[in-house]
C-alpha cells in the first residue's frame, strides 16, 4: 500500500535514509491513513540519537530530549522526531523512570499501546504492521499490543484510552483487552486528574460519547466518576421516562451535538438524581430540586476532574436551568423567556434549549411531542427577542448609574437597587426601555425607598 506524505514529513524522511538511519511515520498518522482520515500530527521515529537527528537539521527544538524526542521546524510547521526506545520500568504506572535507546524499529514498536498504533511507514519499505493493527482496522477491533495487563501495568490511562477509541471509531474492544481493563482497573487511582479529564473529554465529544456505557461495565467508573454508577441503577417509574437515570442520560448523550460543554452539561444533568428520588403512594418517582442538586454536585465533580472556572460556570449553569418549563413562549410567555434569557445569557441560551431538547428526546413519549413543539416556539421567541434587541441586562437599559447621579440620585447601593428594579420591569414590559419612561420610573422608585427609609 501507498500513503501520500506531506512534502515537508516526506523530506525529513528522506535526510535521515540518505545519511544511513532508519525512519518512518508512526502511530496516529498511519492508521488514520488507513482509515481514509487526514491526520491532524505526523509523528516520526527514527533511528538516529537525538544529537544525531539535531546534527542533520538547522533548526530544531529540544521537545523532550530525554526521552529522546526532537521537534525539527519546517517553515512555521514542527514534526516530532523520536530515536526508537525501550521504556524501563513504569513504576508510577504513568511513565518509564528512564528509556534506553535502541536500533531495532520492532522493540520501539513493541511498547506501544493498540495494534492499530503500533504501525510505520516509509517510502521505501512501505507499512510495516507487526502485530495485526491493519487486520484489527478492518476488523473494527481495539487490542493490546502484547499483553494487556503489562500494557496497563505500564500506563495505567490506556484504560481509558482504549475505551475513547473505541468511542471515536467505533470499534469494539478486544475481549482481552476488556478482561484486563476489569483486572487493573484499581491502577487508575494513580493518574492525575488532568489526565483523566482530556480522555473523558474526547471520549464525550466522539461520535459515540454513550461507549462511556463500557468504562461502567469494566467497573472503570468506580474510579473517575463514581457517582454514575448510582445513575445507572436508579429506577425512574414515572410516565415521563422510559429507562434508568443513567440509561436516560446514554441516550440524551446521542441526541446533542458534539460540543464539549453540552456533552458534559447532559452527562451530569440528573446526576442528583440518585439522592433526590422519592416514591408518592402510587409507586410514582418524583425528583423534586434535582436540578440544584446536580448543579452543586457538578460543581464538585468538574473540580475533582481540575477542569477550569470557566467550563465548570457553563455546564452548573446549563444544569440548573435545565428543568425549566416554558409555557406559552409565542405570547404572554414570552416574559418568562426573558427572564431565563438573562438568568442564564443571551450567548449561552441556544444551549439550554439544545440541552433541553435532548433530555426530552430521551424521554417517554407521554407529551413528548408537545414538550418538543414549545421548545421549539421557545426558541423563535428568542430569536425574535434578539432581532428586536430587547433589554436582557442592565448594560441593555437606556439609563445607567452616572445618569441617576444627574438626578441626584448618589448613594450606590441605591443606585444598584433601582437599576435592578428598573431591569425586572423592562424585561416584563420592554416597551418601557426608554429615557424618558426609565426616568420617571427611576425618580417615583427614588422617592418611595426614600419615604421608606424615613419610617
Not at 476488523?139 to 503489562?150: A, L
Not at 429507562?243 to 453540552?262: D, K, M, Q, R
Request: hydrophobic share 40%.
Amino acid at each position: 500500500m501507498q500513503i501520500k506524505l506531506p512534502v515537508h514529513v516526506s523530506k525529513i524522511l528522506n535526510i535521515l535514509e540518505a545519511h544511513n538511519y532508519e525512519a518512518y511515520v508512526v502511530g496516529g498518522c498511519v492508521r488514520d491513513c488507513l482509515l481514509g482520515k487526514s491526520p491532524a500530527d505526523w509523528d516520526i521515529t527514527t533511528s538516529a540519537r537525538p544529537e544525531q537527528v539535531k546534527a542533520l537539521f538547522p533548526r530544531t527544538i529540544d521537545t523532550g530530549i530525554k526521552h529522546g524526542t526532537v521537534t525539527i521546524m519546517m517553515g512555521k510547521s514542527g514534526y516530532e522526531v523520536t530515536t526508537y526506545r525501550v521504556d524501563g520500568i513504569y513504576e508510577d504506572h504513568r511513565r518509564p523512570s528512564e528509556v534506553t535507546f535502541t536500533d531495532s524499529l520492532k522493540e520501539d514498536l513493541m511498547r506501544r499501546d493498540f495494534t492499530i498504533n503500533a504501525m510505520a511507514y516509509n517510502e521505501s519499505r512501505g507499512l510495516v504492521d507487526l502485530f495485526g493493527g491493519a487486520d484489527d482496522l478492518k476488523r473494527g477491533m481495539i487490542r493490546c499490543v502484547g499483553d494487556p495487563e503489562e500494557r496497563f501495568e505500564e500506563d495505567a490511562l490506556r484504560m481509558m484510552r482504549a475505551i475513547r477509541f473505541a468511542g471515536q471509531l467505533d470499534f469494539e474492544i478486544h475481549e482481552d483487552t476488556l478482561r484486563a481493563i476489569r483486572t487493573k482497573r484499581e491502577l487508575l487511582r494513580n493518574v492525575s486528574a488532568e489526565r483523566i479529564q482530556m480522555e473523558l473529554l474526547k471520549m464525550m465529544i466522539s461520535d459515540h460519547p454513550d461507549i462511556i456505557r463500557t468504562a461502567w461495565e469494566v467497573k472503570l467508573t468506580d474510579i473517575f466518576l463514581p457517582e454514575f454508577n448510582q445513575m445507572m441503577i436508579t429506577p425512574q417509574n414515572n410516565p415521563h421516562h422510559r429507562f434508568t437515570v443513567g440509561e436516560h442520560t446514554l441516550h440524551a448523550l446521542t441526541c446533542i451535538p458534539a460540543n464539549p460543554i453540552l456533552r458534559l452539561a447532559i452527562l451530569f444533568h440528573d446526576i442528583g438524581k440518585p439522592l433526590t428520588r422519592s416514591t408518592d403512594e402510587e409507586g410514582i418517582d418524583h425528583f423534586y430540586r434535582h436540578d440544584k442538586v446536580s448543579s452543586q454536585l457538578t460543581r464538585v465533580i468538574l473540580k475533582r476532574l481540575k477542569f477550569d472556572n470557566r467550563t465548570i460556570d457553563l455546564v452548573t449553569t446549563l444544569i440548573l436551568y435545565h428543568d425549566t418549563r416554558f409555557k406559552d413562549p409565542r405570547g404572554n410567555g414570552r416574559r418568562q423567556v426573558r427572564r431565563m434569557m438573562h438568568k442564564v445569557g443571551p450567548s449561552l441560551f441556544p444551549y439550554l434549549l439544545k440541552v433541553m431538547e435532548a433530555d426530552v428526546r430521551a424521554q417517554s413519549t407521554y407529551m413528548q411531542e408537545m414538550k418538543l413543539d414549545i421548545l421549539a416556539e421557545t426558541e423563535e421567541a428568542c430569536q425574535e427577542i434578539l432581532a428586536a434587541e430587547d433589554c436582557l441586562s442592565l448594560k441593555d437599559l437606556k439609563i445607567n448609574g452616572n445618569q441617576l447621579k444627574d438626578l441626584g440620585i448618589s448613594e450606590g447601593k441605591t443606585i444598584g437597587s433601582i437599576l435592578n428594579t428598573l431591569l425586572s420591569m423592562v424585561l416584563e414590559h420592554p416597551e418601557l426601555n426608554e429615557y424618558i419612561y426609565l426616568e420617571e420610573l427611576a425618580l417615583k422608585i427614588y422617592a418611595r425607598l426614600t419615604e421608606e427609609n424615613k419610617e
